[in-house]
């Protein structure tokens, strides 16, 4: 009979040390990515575009926010490639560089009033630049924890990667609030919007200090070492896991749920044509609280689905997230910034991360460890760019003086939910799966006596190193 170490790859598992570099290098690019969420909706269009019609303004800028993922596809294919033939490592801090250099250059742009149309030019470029480079943060992260994580665990541990983005995003939405309270708002507007962008030389210095004191992985090192590490990643991803690459594009679908909250929300709730009339700073605020609220939750549900499995919480999430869409609408609708902060904070800071906090471990265990960080980051980043022009979509749907935008825009948010609904249903359960065993259709899990005995001794194992 097989023993789990033929089912788990030796050597030396990092746990908590890849997990530690996994959040602070997410929290560090997802900062980069966001504070552009923020400006798009906040600050750009009265910066980069023509001012005579504030729905065309909102329209363009939303959509430069979407370019982003755009390029992220592309920069799927290529950091994917670069992670299952490189290394995990390597690829992480590929992403890094090429993602603080250019939200740097975001921060040095001309506005539209000194270049014209030069300047949202620009920003298109380095929008693009950010896309290819984030591209492969969250499948390189999620990949690098899951593969040092003890078998039990891996949910748990995994989770970090999206603690970090969500940390991101707090330091993302922080940055801008003492900036807009204490300045003159002409200052602001002028160069004091800069200053989030430019702190991102910090972030590379950070950053690649962090990255260098993890080891590769145990799984990719003893497929380097047996020189199974495949010449096109990529291509054998789309030959032999075409299913589930289709399951995972339909599951980052989700990603409306963050978009419908923090892009279109802030633009339906902020943007003058609406005449909803919120202060812009409540819009600072939400993702704040909203990202406090999920870095709390995220572990829990994490070790959740370690216990239960990775599709009860996802389907629960995403059905639930997407009802609830529904109400957040409604109270921007009636002017209630309680009840809008009380919805947002329900809908995307609960019951969103039964989805977010899960599937950085669902979605690479449904792929080999020499296809994984491509196989998920194509497919990933694939649903992620279709749910990003969303906001764009709903602002030409429900453009300013648009009755019943609640039902309209909620009914399309609900919709995209059932379908990453659906997705998760029809996916394998692995959180039982051993991980050479990852990947194969044909495999049988663990008993639940034997995996909740591993379980266990995990978590006693780590117990006893950190005392």
Known sequence: MATRKQHEPQGRHQSRKAAASGWIGSALEY???????????????????PKGDPTVAIVASLATYGVGYVARPIGA???????????????LVLCMFLMGFSTVGVGLLPTYDQVGLLAPALLVVLRLAQGFAVAGEISGASSMILEHAPFGRRGFFASFTLQGVQAGQIMAAAVFLPLQAFMNPDDFLSWGWRIPFLL??????????????VDETPAFAEEDEQ?????APVIEALQTSWGDIIRVICMSLMNVIPVVTSVFGAAYAVQAGYGIGFDKSIYLWIPVLGNILAVIVIPFVGNLSDKIGRRPPVIFGTLGAGLLSFGYLYAISIKSVPLT???????WGLVYQGYNAVFPSLFPELFKTRIRVSAMAIAQNLGTAMAAFLPALFVMLAPPGTANIPLLIGGITFGVTVISAIAA???????????????????VPVSEAEYERARLEAISRAKAAKA
């Open 31 to 49: 900062y980069d990515f966001f504070i552009y969420v923020a400006a798009a909706a906040l600050i750009f269009p009265q910066l980069f575009f």
């Open 77 to 91: 294919f290529f950091l994917g490639h670069w992670g299952d033939t490189h290394g995990r490592k390597q690829v």
């Open 200 to 213: 991102s030389v910090i972030v590379i210095a950070v950053g690649y200090y962090i990255r260098k004191e």
């Open 227 to 231: 020189g199974k590490v495949p010449k």
């Open 341 to 347: 902060i009380g919805m947002s904070l329900l809908m």
């Open 425 to 443: 249903f029809t996916a394998r359960e692995t959180s039982r799966i051993h991980m050479h065993d990852l990947g194969n259709p044909r495999a």
